[in-house]
């Protein structure tokens, strides 16, 4: 039997997914901007006429091309600690399906020794036992699907960010 100090606590699960949630939602944020920053500077380079000096032109062109640079740096660093926090979630999402795994193993267990149980005290006392771990089994399930809901809807924010600043990125 596992030692009880060794598994979360239901508050513990709440915290972490809402954790991760967080996280997510702080960097797409983060992409967000740097994706916008991206844009405009993009705008303004297509907006600009380069009728001035060649000198002038060709160093107001590198130095916009330079801050778009740095910015799509910054996107790919963001993009991939959202990758990394999306991973963790998804690996934590992993461990609780297992947990839910044994908790339905556990239930089947309790419900099997139920039925071979003679007195009712005895049983009314499996009856609670096995109400416990039926109620654990449906906190998992749905703290598996909250994982994978706040998962989904962080990729789909990322593909669509990334499309944004792939969407203008040009050739060199």
Known sequence: MAKRRDIPSRRDVNERLECDKRKMEAKETDLDKIASDVETVRRTLERLDFRGTAEGSR??????????DVATDAFDKEDGALERIQTHNR???AELDDRKGASES??????????SINRNEVGDKLK???EAVLSDVNFLAAQIERARAARERSDAIQERLKGRVQKGRRKR
């Open 91 to 93: 690996e934590f999402g």
């Open 106 to 115: 556990d239930l089947k267990k309790v419900t099997d020794v139920t039925a």
């Open 59 to 68: 160093e107001a062109e590198e130095s916009i091309e330079g801050a778009e």
């Open 128 to 130: 609670k036992a096995k």
